[in-house]
DNA sequence: GGACTCCTTGCACGTATGTTCATTCCGGTT
DNA sequence: AACCGGAATGAACATACGTGCAAGGAGTCC
């Protein structure tokens, strides 16, 4: 992370903040501005821009009363949630949904997220959306969480979790803490000891009291596959074996069926994912789904009270309402 | 004020939501919102235009720490006040200077105000340009309630306080409460009669309780003259008066002097305005100033302790921290 | 000191946006 | 049914804005 006492840094926020009250709250235009700056309209385009990208110009939309739109009221009042339905265009390809959906969720995070904090993160394609496009916030003394194990046989999988918490973890100016296992043990018993260990207790430790969750939702058996299915961390054997368990989906590699059920599936034993009654005492949880192929999962979910707020494009709401 | 029930206010309205997502969280292009939206270029453009006057769609530029400029930091430090710089450019007119800082605190004022509060305000060429501008936001049993009357020997006054007013009024939905009484009475006793009155008292009895007052400064003693004293409603008499008893300014017509006091200032007796001891005990006393001409009253009324928010353009903000 | 990179700047261009104007659409009236 | 404002619409125009690019500057390494 970046500390903010670099005086060039400093100067062009002064510059920044100045320019984003002329262009913001008094209207003027970008020339003026850069009259008033003594500098070139595209420096203050540029400035503009940082001071949006740096969270320094906070955009928020006001539901004033009646905005729930009608698809979020009923999914809120359906399962006792708190629902964003992000427009998106039905003709939308799924890569679209995701991105838009990811983007919407980047923008609004830094509401949720604050000082003093610890906000649990999984990993995924949909989390890698997210934080590509993270609206950084300074905050204090707040931590980033890995919320499951990202090794396979092939790598400890630190590259690609750790450069997605890694985003985060400077958007926010937190600490990041990595948990470097595999996505799932081939031995039960190396879990238990492992978690024994004081290093790595630690960090269950603090998942246990994380303020707040962030997840996308794995959909084994549905048309395109999740990066755990894809990425070499589970054998045919093993996704068979999800199979004959009549596994819909899963919440950091740790699998449901469609009543929300997890009991007596043998993998979550050596999957290192929070447990659900553990993830169940974070106060809010962050669901992000992109995509009919997840419907099936998103319902899992949903079940298992997984769920406090629900991120979904609105054609995938739409299914949500429209099919339960 | 118009209560959101007309359905065709609903759909533009519901347009605009998906517009300001579309456009603020997802950088659509307006082209592109567009075609989601089945309607023209230029309607997204309006229809953005529409969700920003509305404040539904709410900008907000945060201050990370450091942001206090320089110059509020002294301010607050030397005034034990919250203080807002607004960056105008020396080469500024004083209109200009007052037309950009109204425009300032209109788009900030809803973050004070809220439902069930109630503001008092003041009437004058400063309270007139906020009015113009103020963001609307929907509030619930809110009231208004004019501070000082505007009444004087020509006019009732009632048209252009009314005015100002009604333009809160309608902005945050919150009933108007008018003081129709002349700005002075010509007898002490005729004001003392009328307090008695319940019709009066009514209205003395909410500014008493009122959470916040809104007001500008008056500066009998300075270049520009401002509208309590070229309107008619004071005499030469009234004025010689005054500058006798080195009066520096006023506060919804209620005069002081440099030092703060305005003890045996025999104007005030007859004065429509809120006394400073009952001034004083409103938890959020906003005052806007524009323009050096403003100094020496703004001096006084900081010495008066009338002032728990300031609003100055950056110039004057200047001036005031030099010479104290 | 010079050659190098890395970053910042302003220009110029193409695109995106705001606004005017003629037209259409709608609800109410005769 | 015809007529008439008034509001909403899209086309066209005029601005305003974002960005690739080349030039300049600051720092660093040889």
Redesign the interface.
């Known amino acids: 992370m970046t500390v903010?006492t670099d005086p060039v840094q400093?100067d062009r926020?002064?510059d920044a903040?100045?320019a984003?009250?002329?262009y913001?709250?008094?209207?003027l235009t970008m020339d003026a501005i850069a009259?008033?700056l003594h500098t070139s309209r595209s420096s203050v385009s540029r400035l503009l821009s940082h001071a949006r990208a740096t969270?320094?110009?906070?955009?928020?939309?006001?539901?004033?009363?009646?905005?729930p739109?009608h698809l979020e009221q009923q999914i809120e009042a359906r399962f006792q949630i708190t629902a964003h339905v992000?427009?998106v265009?039905d003709s939308a390809s799924d890569v679209d949904r995701l991105e838009?959906v990811a983007?919407?969720v980047a923008?609004?995070l830094g509401r949720y997220f604050d000082s003093n904090m610890t906000m649990g993160i999984a990993w995924g394609s949909t989390m890698n959306a997210i934080s590509r496009h993270v609206t950084p916030k300074?905050t204090h003394n707040s931590q980033i969480v890995q919320l499951n194990g990202a090794g396979n046989m092939r790598t400890t999988g630190l590259g690609y979790a750790s450069e997605i918490l890694g985003r985060f973890g400077t958007a926010f100016g937190a600490h990041v803490q990595q948990f470097p296992v595999p996505a799932f043990f081939d031995n039960p018993a190396t879990k238990q000891a492992l978690w024994r260990e004081r290093s790595i207790s630690r960090l269950i430790d603090m998942q246990a009291i994380m303020d707040i969750a962030l997840f996308g939702l794995g959909s084994p058996f549905s048309g395109v596959i999740s990066r755990v299915y894809a990425g070499g961390y589970l054998e045919q054997a093993e996704f068979d074996e999800l199979s004959a368990a009549r596994v819909v989906g899963d919440v950091a590699t740790v699998f449901y069926r469609a009543d929300g059920s997890a009991d007596g599936i043998a993998l979550n034993e050596r999957s290192t994912g929070p447990d659900f009654t553990v993830l169940r005492r974070t106060p809010r949880r962050i669901c992000v789904v992109a995509g009919h192929s997840k419907l099936a999962s998103l319902r899992g979910a949903l079940a298992a009270q997984l769920i406090t707020d629900l991120f979904v494009d609105e054609s995938t709401a739409r299914a949500l309402i429209e099919t339960a």
Chains 1, 2 share one sequence.
Do not use: F
């Open positions: 903010d400093s926020n002064r903040l100045t984003a009250h002329l913001y709250m008094q209207d009259q008033e969270g320094l110009v906070d955009i928020q939309i006001k539901s004033p009363l009646d905005a739109s992000v427009p265009p838009r983007l919407s923008r609004i300074q």
